[in-house]
DNA sequence: TTCAATTTGTTCGTATGTATC
DNA sequence: GGATACATACGAACAAATTGA
């Protein structure tokens, strides 16, 4: 017997929408009062029970409120929308390095469209990743900038980043990638290419017996470690993996300068040193000095980033520039087309620039 | 006529917040099914619609949820209930500096407390942290730490604090105070002994013809000068407004060095200068220089902060400790206490700690 | 000040549709 | 299929606040 006339439309809902637009329209500005509930019973044909029902979902959202015994009005609301307007930027450290400027960069871009910023980090582990995620997931949120934690793993929680697909929140990688999720947005330094003309500027100075440190757990240390060991090859050098020194984040402040310590004082020729970034390189540089040896006289070495421990104490690393606020400004535009569902080119990567300073010699 | 008994309560209101007690209490566990809406009407002595416009105020807010043909049911959201969990930071700035180091000592607390962090900032200026509280005051946010800009300025935007007064949003002013709203909750550096420390330490070495450059448009640049002032008064030495130069955050990059530089060259002695942070005594130390006068030898020079810039080139200057993230952990902490609504000390000065480098020495 | 009309707020009753078990 | 429970819809009545005559 039930009128199955089609689809069962709630008429209250169609109200709803009906009034919705009427509110959302130029046609009303704030303070406006509405037509009575009688009023939009008579017009609308249904009871008044239903009208009220209809309003009453706009006013959960403040869009009008209700005067007792004066009537239905729009609110100040209406002016600014809702929309949360907010970013939130997912780095695997905040205060120190390079992460101040990059996340200055993508805070000059994002705040001057009406952005903010909730800033949350990971102590680059893949535990603190999926923590925040997980955690944005329940957020109000309307995109994410996030830097890959430990990316040179395989990345274990594909699910949570579909999940912000499925919520239709765009997100944007930087710095780091993910072999799994290679295709998705990304804006990058070219750390191959950089590592590369690194090692070739030591070669280009003469030197031979060139020892690289690398990090083992993102990649980037892959990838300047791979540029490493492809300009040694362009030069007819032979690889030799006990050259290269590993180290994870978690003994980034005991491992690797004592292990090159140890070579050096064993007797092995060592002419350069290519690092995975400058502070890897301070410490490194201290640690030559530490066995007698000089820098640049004895042993060259070499940063990346050019950040601020590249130039202290007189002495300017031999490094590759990262364009930090850059770097942040490109994510950042790139996810606002995103938001705006617009078309844009989904992978940049950055061009290294060498900076040659005095902690490279001729040999 | 009316039966006046009193206040009249609403029938769903008083049944809406029995049900929510019991949605809240430890007998609810998420998933629990509610009795039905006919065996609440019973138990009640009302009729169904009543009960039903009384579940429907706990279903907005998402804490149960409604199961067609089946029954209600305790929503999951019970466990976290609702809260924003978002904090906002509004800074003069973002990534230069010292802000780093705070903004990660604020986090550091907050994060381990489950709140993120909302990043605002308002180049220091008055219009910047309007702009910045009339945004906030439409977000979600459980509190705010807030620097005050050229909080030296009187503050014309009283009525914003008091809205989040008015909304029950807690706030901790940190580094300088508004003198308004010196009642409200604070974490500060003692700058008026800091400077005071300075130069009377400045004057222990036997410089008399001691300069001063403050900025005038935060509170910390009056105390500071204050400091300098009263360490000469104790000592005995006149204070000589001509020895003072005063700037604004404006012309921050051009103003104070060539004035100084104008009364080095026109002859006049001076023996010490006491600047009023250490990127400000970096570019005196230059600008000394470029006069051909040495530092420390001819001109002793302070700073304040203890900043990444206080420790370059292989000098340390004379400077006063800024606790950096230890201010950004106190600051943090009271607003957590502030958010439980727990009593707490609401004025934290911390004592200012000197630091002797080699930009200054004796007379 | 009073009063009546208007408008929203609350509560009851009733009926039907539809999903679940 | 039948019992149960939630969803939608309508009608009616009175209470309480506002407004303007």
Redesign the pocket.
């Known amino acids: 017997?039930?009128?199955?006339d089609g689809r069962?439309?709630?008429?209250?809902?169609g109200i709803e929408s009906e009034l919705r637009d009427l509110v959302f329209s130029d046609l009303c500005k704030p303070g406006d009062k509405?037509?009575?509930?009688?009023?939009l019973a008579d017009r609308y044909?249904?009871?008044?029970?239903?009208v009220?029902?209809a309003l009453e979902g706009l006013e959960r959202e403040g869009y009008i409120y209700?005067?007792?015994?004066?009537?239905?009005y729009v609110s100040e609301r209406m002016l600014h929308r809702k929309q949360s307007k907010n970013i939130a930027v997912v780095m695997t450290y905040l205060s120190d390095y390079i992460f101040p400027k990059v996340i200055g960069g993508i805070d000059e871009v994002l705040s001057a469209n009406g952005y903010d910023l909730i800033l949350k980090h990971t102590n680059n582990s893949r535990h603190g990743e999926i923590a925040c995620l997980t955690e944005l997931l329940d957020k109000d949120i309307d995109g994410i900038i996030i830097e890959p934690s430990k990316s040179n793993l395989y990345c274990k929680h594909t699910d949570l980043f579909e999940k912000l697909e499925e919520y239709e929140i765009p997100y944007v990688f930087i710095q780091g990638e993910y072999e799994a999720m290679a295709d998705r947005p990304h804006v990058l330094l070219d750390d191959e290419k950089g590592s590369f003309l690194l090692t070739q500027h030591l070669i280009g100075l003469g030197h031979r017996e060139i020892y690289g440190i690398f990090k083992s757990d993102d990649s980037q240390g892959q990838k300047r470690h791979n540029g490493y060991a492809r300009a040694l090859a362009d030069a007819g050098i032979p690889y030799d993996p006990s050259r290269v020194i590993w180290f994870y984040t978690e003994d980034r402040k005991v491992h690797p300068y004592t292990s090159l310590q140890k070579i050096i004082r064993s007797g092995r020729q060592v002419d350069a040193v290519v690092c995975y970034n400058d502070q890897i390189a301070r410490h490194v540089i201290r640690a030559i000095r530490e066995t007698g040896k000089r820098v640049p006289e004895d042993i060259s070495v070499t940063g990346y980033d050019n950040s601020e421990s590249a130039n202290v104490d007189g002495s300017q690393l031999t490094t590759i520039v990262h364009p930090q606020e850059e770097l942040g400004r490109l994510a950042a535009d790139m996810l606002l087309h995103l938001i705006h569902r617009e078309k844009v080119e989904s992978r940049i990567v950055i061009e290294p620039e060498l900076v040659v300073g005095n902690t490279t010699t001729e040999a």
């Not at 069962?8 to 809902?13: C, F, I, L, T």
């Not at 209700?66 to 239905?72: D, I, T, V």
């Open positions: 017997m039930g009128e199955t069962r439309e709630k008429k209250y809902s509405l037509p009575s509930e009688n009023v044909g249904v009871s008044r029970q239903t009220r029902k209700a005067k007792h015994g004066s009537g239905r």
